[in-house]
């Protein structure tokens, strides 16, 4: 049996007499007309788009500086431009300082010249060591040395001229390995009087190398060709597209062999010693300097402070040394901006201009 489900319909009060009552055949009252509005009024605003003047919904002054906060920042000013000229001053007075690079000489100086990193420009270490060479008061040279060699003609090249100014300017000129003293930068070091060298340091490597970079598979795989016209067999030898040739291979070795000879050489006239001992050591292999020493490579062990007031007193000056150094130029920035861009930043195409390269140098 199914039983329908009656809702009830709410019952609503009866609507007081008087109220307005629409039917539906009554249209609603048409809206107000829009204000007129023309070019030179201003456009009508949302409600409320303009708050109560000093209502809650008023926007915040900006509040005004104060004298101080002004004084603040002259007086935050006025301290780094003081800051700022307190260090130029201080690193112009280190700068005239003997120990960081004086250039004045007294009548009892101790000239240093740094030699560091890979030497591949002798020119500039030349006119250094003639330049104190010429100095009559500068009473000897001390050479501080830390570096595993470099190109074999600059390494003979500085070389010659530490033999120059020693017989020429009859001034001592001594080394004093630091950390490395190796290979190009030994052969400068046997030119000197007496080397000086401390127990843990590394120095020798007696040898000569020559390398190139030989990209040949790599233009290959680029499916790029190197075309080259010569005339002489050996004119193209080293070509770094292609492997040498059995006679290359031998005319290069003869090369390296010439060099290696003329180093043994000059070190065993430096060091005042035959060219069959020094053929024994030059292994092209390092010792530190304890192990140097009694293989006659090195004359003392001891660091640089030990080398200066040892040369001061062979030279006759007593107590402190004054010590000179080479003026270094001054790089600004504006130097940095105006040098040349490839310094900055390498031409990429340079890598594949490598020529073969000879050199005295430890790796």
């Not at 060099?259 to 050489?265: D, L, N, R, W």
């Given at each position: 049996?199914?039983?329908?489900?009656?809702?009830?319909m709410?019952?609503?009060?009866?609507i007081?007499?008087?109220?307005?009552?629409?039917?539906?055949?009554?249209?609603?009252?048409?809206?107000?007309?829009?204000?007129?509005?023309?070019?030179?009024t201003?456009?009508?605003?949302?409600?409320?788009?303009?708050?109560?003047?000093?209502?809650?919904?008023?926007?915040?002054?900006?509040?005004?500086?104060?004298?101080?906060?002004?004084?603040?920042?002259?007086?935050?000013?006025?301290?780094?431009?003081v800051?700022?000229?307190?260090?130029?001053?201080?690193?112009?007075?280190?700068?005239?300082?003997?120990?960081?690079?004086?250039?004045?000489?007294?009548?009892?100086?101790?000239?240093?010249?740094?030699?560091?990193?890979?030497?591949?420009?002798?020119?500039?270490?030349?006119?250094?060591?003639?330049?104190?060479?010429?100095?009559?008061?500068?009473?000897?040279?001390?050479?501080?040395?830390?570096?595993?060699?470099?190109?074999?003609?600059?390494?003979?090249?500085?070389?010659?001229?530490?033999?120059?100014?020693?017989?020429?300017?009859?001034?001592?000129?001594?080394?004093?390995?630091?950390?490395?003293?190796?290979?190009?930068?030994?052969?400068?070091?046997?030119?000197?009087?007496?080397?000086?060298?401390?127990?843990?340091?590394?120095?020798?490597?007696?040898?000569?190398?020559?390398?190139?970079?030989?990209?040949?598979?790599?233009?290959?795989?680029?499916?790029?060709?190197?075309?080259?016209?010569?005339?002489?067999e050996?004119?193209?030898?080293?070509?770094?597209?292609?492997d040498?040739?059995?006679?290359?291979?031998?005319?290069?070795?003869?090369?390296?062999?010439?060099?290696?000879?003329q180093?043994v050489?000059?070190?065993?006239?430096?060091?005042?010693?035959?060219?069959?001992?020094?053929?024994?050591?030059a292994?092209?292999?390092?010792?530190?300097?304890?192990?140097?020493?009694?293989?006659?490579?090195?004359?003392?062990q001891?660091?640089?402070?030990?080398?200066?007031?040892?040369?001061?007193?062979?030279?006759?000056?007593?107590?402190?040394?004054?010590?000179v150094?080479?003026?270094k130029?001054?790089?600004?920035?504006?130097?940095?901006?105006?040098?040349?861009?490839?310094?900055?930043?390498?031409?990429?195409?340079?890598?594949?201009?490598?020529?073969?390269?000879?050199?005295?140098?430890?790796?």
């Amino acid at each position: 049996m199914l039983v329908a489900k009656i809702r009830r319909m709410p019952v609503y009060p009866p609507i007081p007499s008087g109220w307005y009552t629409p039917t539906m055949s009554e249209p609603f009252p048409p809206p107000p007309p829009p204000a007129p509005y023309s070019s030179s009024t201003e456009a009508p605003r949302a409600p409320y788009a303009q708050p109560y003047a000093g209502g809650p919904y008023s926007s915040p002054q900006k509040p005004r500086r104060s004298g101080w906060f002004w004084a603040s920042i002259f007086v935050g000013i006025v301290v780094v431009g003081v800051l700022g000229f307190t260090a130029l001053v201080v690193e112009l007075v280190k700068s005239s300082d003997s120990d960081t690079g004086s250039s004045f000489t007294s009548s009892s100086s101790i000239a240093v010249v740094d030699i560091t990193g890979v030497i591949l420009d002798a020119d500039k270490i030349d006119k250094e060591i003639r330049k104190f060479g010429d100095d009559s008061n500068v009473k000897a040279i001390i050479l501080h040395i830390d570096s595993p060699g470099g190109g074999a003609a600059a390494s003979q090249e500085i070389y010659h001229e530490v033999i120059s100014v020693r017989q020429e300017k009859k001034k001592p000129i001594v080394a004093s390995v630091e950390s490395v003293g190796a290979s190009g930068a030994y052969y400068i070091a046997s030119g000197c009087d007496k080397i000086y060298a401390n127990p843990a340091s590394v120095v020798g490597s007696i040898g000569v190398i020559m390398e190139w970079t030989n990209y040949g598979e790599l233009l290959r795989w680029a499916k790029m060709k190197n075309i080259t016209i010569h005339a002489g067999e050996l004119k193209d030898a080293g070509d770094p597209t292609r492997d040498l040739t059995p006679k290359e291979e031998a005319y290069f070795q003869s090369l390296v062999d010439n060099m290696y000879g003329q180093f043994v050489h000059d070190v065993a006239v430096g060091r005042h010693t035959s060219d069959d001992k020094i053929k024994e050591l030059a292994t092209g292999q390092v010792w530190t300097g304890q192990e140097a020493q009694p293989l006659g490579l090195i004359d003392a062990q001891g660091g640089f402070r030990i080398a200066l007031m040892d040369t001061a007193k062979s030279v006759g000056i007593k107590g402190e040394p004054h010590i000179v150094r080479p003026t270094k130029p001054k790089r600004g920035f504006f130097d940095a901006l105006t040098e040349d861009a490839d310094d900055l930043f390498p031409n990429p195409s340079k890598l594949l201009d490598h020529a073969p390269g000879f050199y005295f140098m430890w790796k």
